[in-house]
Structures are given as C-alpha cells and as structure tokens.
C-alpha cells in the first residue's frame, strides 16, 4: 500500500537535502554549563526515591530533610560560611533579588550599585533608590567612586564578585572594608565566581553573597544566597516556615541536593587538586586568546589585564557584527555569546561593554568566549581555524573596513 501523498513528497524532499551533521562544541559555558557527571549520580537516585516534603514529620519528610541538611553544609562549606547562614532560592536571580529587597527595600533606603552589574541586579535596585557608579575601561570598579556614591540613608551596597561577560575580578575586600566603615551591608553576586576561583565569605567581607546552580554543574532552577549571621534579611516570599522563614516554598530537593555535590566538587577540585581543573581550563582559554591575536589581526581583549576568572574571555574583532559572527561560527559548529544569555536576540550592544567605555560599534564587534569541563585543546584549535576563515569572510563583506 501507498503511503499518504504528504509523506510520500516529504520523503522526496527529504532525499533531496543531504544532512551534513555538524560536529558541535560549546564555548558558552558562562550562559550555562551541563550537569555534571558526579551530580547526575547523586541526583537521580532522590528524584526517583526521595520524594518526601522535607517539612513532613514521618520517615520520607525527614529523609529529604536530611538530604537537604547534608546539602546545606556543602554550600557553606565552598562558601567558608555556616550551614545556617545559606538559604536556597531558585536560582542566582531570585537570590540577587532577595538580597537587595531583603536588605534595601525598607522606607527612605538607598542602594549602591555599578553600570555592569547582572540585569538580575539592576532591575533589583531599579525598584528602589539607587546610585550607579561607573566601572573604568579594565572593567573593574574603583572602590572609591563606591564610598563616595553612599548616603547616610544607604543600606546596602552591591557588586558583583566577577563580571559574567567579561570575567574580571572585582575588588570586593576592598569595598567590604569600606562598607563596615559605614556600616552598610555589602551583597556580591558570585554567580561567575563560585567554583571558578575559591570563595570564602568572611576573607572577602561580604554580607550577602550569591551562586546559581547551573553555572557550576548542576541544573537550571536552583541557587543560594549567603546570608550572614546578624543581618535583618525581610523575606520577599511569603507562605510556609521555610529556610528559617527567609524564603516560603517547599524546598526543590533533588535541585538543592545537586547543588550541594556539584558545590563539593569545587571544594575538591580548589584544595586537594590544587584548582586541578580551574587551571587546566586558564590554559586554554590562554591558548584561544593568544592564538586569535597572533592570527587575526585588529583584534583585542577587553578587560585584559585586569584579574579575571580562568574560563572567560570576551574579544573585540574590529569590522566585524558580533551576531553575524556568531551565527557564522554556529553554522560551524561552534557555539559562543555576543553578551549576555537573557540579553541576545536584542539588537541592543552588551550594556557591560558600555559601561567600560567601548563604543556601539566597539561593543557590538566584541565575543564572548567561556570555557568549561568539556572543551579540549582540539576544539580549541578547531574553534580558532573556524574564526580564522569566518572573520576573513566577514571583514570582506564589511564596507567600513575595507
Ligand atoms: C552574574 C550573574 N548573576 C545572576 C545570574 C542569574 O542566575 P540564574 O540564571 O540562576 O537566575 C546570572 C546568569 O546568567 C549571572 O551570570
């Protein structure tokens, strides 16, 4: 018997088209990186047997509660905190927002922030009185510029640990010493920094401090924000007694449970072989870096020079449509950022790049390359042959940079 005439011209068109199935590699890890093997492990075990409430008395309640206890001595211990000082959230921007309407939101508060901070950040504190500062043109913030931004009504001020386009470091000890001299409460999103670069909250002085689960190995949909010990956090979220009656829901178990392995990973990873992986993927993203500037000319690093986490590095090629660039390198294979994730698609340049003083055109010719656990020195070298060839293609459709 025929098959319907639909399927038969599909076919025929299908017979057509040949399939080249490309090789694909992924360089925006920065965006979101893969769960990871060793939390797979622990995790699917609970989400298949460890279904209790973690708020239920009987003997599932109190298997989850234990698994989420077991958990939240993970994070604080990559945090250098105390169990009791981390509360699970759903991610790192509910934790951005908790910090700043939990600490700032309060009557006549004012809030200190920069230009480069995460949107999770800025939307925050464009709720509320606020004063940006200014980043300088290495992407790091002038610890100065933040004492002089603060008022007697500030609360709290908030700086992200790294920048997630462009990695750099930011001095963050620096500006907790100046936020106890004014005794205002000083929140860092550590979402690029957690297990990137070791973390300990009290060396770094900080109130308030936050990871996402799904830059570091673990699944979308889960976070914590460090809270220490003393400071009055309002809860933005109201319904049950959860995580100390800061943040109301039923705990996501098999979520926090994969963030708390994928947290003692790091731990691993930075103390017993010494930053093993960390250092490997630094080597790499050197070799991408060094390679792309000896081989393509007019090309740049922004934010060079400054300290920047090892997996990260965001480079100008000048003459050159930072997304028509990146659609080259995907239909290669390769898979990198024009900004930020939640950003793209809007024909908008990267606020960040703005921020440190780039152009329009200077931002919009600027990538985003981030490393993880997959990559290889091979696809580096292929990635780099890839960018060779698109970028020469692309420069000679470039009327302004014949
Ligand atoms: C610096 C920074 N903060 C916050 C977030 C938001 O985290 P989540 O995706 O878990 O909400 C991101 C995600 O890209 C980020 O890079």
């Known amino acids: 018997m025929l098959a319907p005439l ?17 090789q694909r590699f992924y360089f925006d890890h920065n965006a979101t990186t893969p769960v990871s093997p060793e939390v797979l492990d622990a995790i699917l075990p609970v989400m298949t047997e460890v279904y209790g409430n973690a708020s239920s008395i009987h003997h599932f309640g109190q298997t989850a509660r234990k698994m989420l206890d077991a958990a939240r001595k993970q994070v604080a211990g990559m945090l250098g905190a105390e169990p009791q000082e981390i509360v699970f959230t759903s991610g790192g921007t509910e934790a951005d927002n908790l910090a700043i309407f939990g600490v700032g939101s309060r009557r006549g508060c004012h809030v200190v922030t920069t230009t480069f901070e995460h949107p999770a950040v800025l939307g925050a504190a ?5 004063t940006l500062v200014p980043v300088d043109g290495s992407g790091i913030v002038d610890p100065d510029a933040i004492r002089r931004a603060l008022r007697p009504e500030t609360k709290v001020i908030s700086v992200m640990h790294a920048n997630n386009e462009l990695g750099t470091i930011q001095p963050i000890a620096e500006i907790a010493r100046i936020a106890a001299e004014a005794g205002v409460a000083l929140h860092s999103d550590g979402v690029q920094s957690a297990g990137k670069i070791p973390v300990n909250v009290a060396e770094l002085g900080v109130g308030l401090y936050t990871i996402s689960g799904h830059k570091i190995g673990a699944p979308k949909g889960v976070g914590a924000l460090y809270v220490r010990k003393r400071i009055a956090l309002k809860p933005m979220m109201f319904g049950g007694r959860h995580e100390r009656e800061r943040r ?4 996501n178990v098999a979520g926090i449970v994969a963030l708390g392995r994928a947290a003692e990973w790091a731990l691993e990873q930075m103390g017993e072989h010494a930053d093993a992986e960390n250092r490997r993927q630094g080597a790499l993203r050197d070799h991408l870096e060094q390679s792309i500037l000896d081989r393509i000319p007019d090309t740049r690093v922004n934010g060079a020079g400054s300290p920047r986490v090892p997996n990260t590095t965001n480079i100008r090629f000048d003459g050159i449509d930072s997304d028509a660039l990146l659609i080259a390198l995907d239909l290669k294979g390769f898979a990198v950022s024009s900004g930020a994730a939640c950003s793209s698609g809007a024909p908008e340049p990267s606020h960040v790049l703005l921020a440190m003083g780039l152009s329009r055109l200077e931002a919009r010719s600027s990538i985003r390359f981030s490393l993880g656990r997959s990559n290889t020195i091979g696809q580096v070298d292929a990635l780099v042959e890839a960018l060779v060839d698109s970028v020469v293609h692309l420069r000679k459709l470039a009327p302004a940079y014949a």
């Open 6 to 22: 639909h399927n038969r011209v599909a076919d025929k068109i299908a017979d057509k088209i040949i399939v080249k199935a490309v």
């Open 126 to 130: 464009g709720q509320l009185d606020h």
């Open 248 to 251: 109301a829901g039923t705990e």
